[in-house]
Each structure stands twice: as C-alpha cells, then as structure tokens.
C-alpha cells in the first residue's frame, strides 16, 4: 500500500475519532466508536488502539506506525526544552512516529504583548534563525519560526484573539 493511501486512512480514522471526541460521546456511544473504528481499521490491514476521552474532549490513537494524541492537556511527550507562554492550555496534540515525533499547542495567553514574550523566551532557551527560520507578519497575525540543535518551532499568534500557538518538530 502506497504511503498516500495509509496517509489518507489515517486521516480519516482520525477524523472520525475528532467528531466522536467533540460531540461528547456517553461511555456507552464512546465504547462503540472506539471499536467501529479500530474494526475499520483491521479490515484494511491495521492494528489500531482507539481511546477516546468525552470528559476532556481527548482522544488517542496508536498503531505499529506510532500514535496521535489530542487533548486538553500538555502531552508527556512534550520536550521539556521548548519553554511555553503561561496561559491556559486551549489544545494540545501529539504525534509521534519512527519517522519523528511533533507537538502542536494552542495556549489562551494574556496581554498584548503575548506573542513578543513568547518568542523571546525561545531566544532565551537558544532558539534562534535556521536555514528553514522565517518571519512574517499581517494585520494583527505574527508568525516566527526558529530552531535549535533538536527543535524547529513555528510561533503564531493573531494578536486580537491572544492566542500563541506552537507547532513543534524535532530535527
């Protein structure tokens, strides 16, 4: 099967784990969605482990490939290097593979200035331009990413929402 095709049933397994999730499935609904879709995903040929989480909106997936998480919560997973703005925690994700492993995080900052404290505790952390970094801006959306030996990080932030958010890859 061709990397596209995985890729693409992944997605979709995924997808249907992410409504199931928002819709705030019942123990006894969540228990079934998590094995329809684990029983899709043996019929073409995968082992995947499906637990969903309706009191936190989360949800895991893992399979022999590796595994997806999204939740409420700062995954264990996190590196620990990577200093976050304080803030509440919108969403947080993880994925993690024998290719790498990756973070995306949403944090409700406070004050204007979130965005610029945020990239600046990364400089502070060593994070700095890359061959890959970049800069931009529009409107009241800034975006930056950096990196160090290990990370590259994409910050984002649209100013008038006082959202910061990181995407994380490891190198």
Known sequence: MTRHAKTARW?????VVAMATVTGCSGLIEGGVERVVEEAAEAEGENVDVDLDSEDGGFVVE???????????????????????????LSASA??????????????????????????????????????????????????????????VTLSSITSEGVVSYTVIEL
């Not at 399979?63 to 925690?89: C, H, K, N």
């Open 63 to 89: 399979s022999d490939e590796g595994s997806f998480s999204v939740g409420g919560d700062l995954p264990d997973s996190f590196p620990a290097d990577v200093p976050l703005i304080e803030g509440e925690i």
């Open 11 to 15: 997605a979709t397994l995924v997808a």
């Open 95 to 152: 994925m993690e593979s024998q290719e790498g492993s990756g973070w995306a995080v949403q944090i409700q900052a406070m004050g204007e200035d979130a965005f610029e404290r945020a990239e600046q505790s990364l400089r502070d952390a060593g994070f700095g331009e890359s061959e890959e970094s970049y800069s931009m801006s529009s409107g009241d959306m800034e975006m930056v990413g950096l990196a160090n030996d290990q990370w590259q």
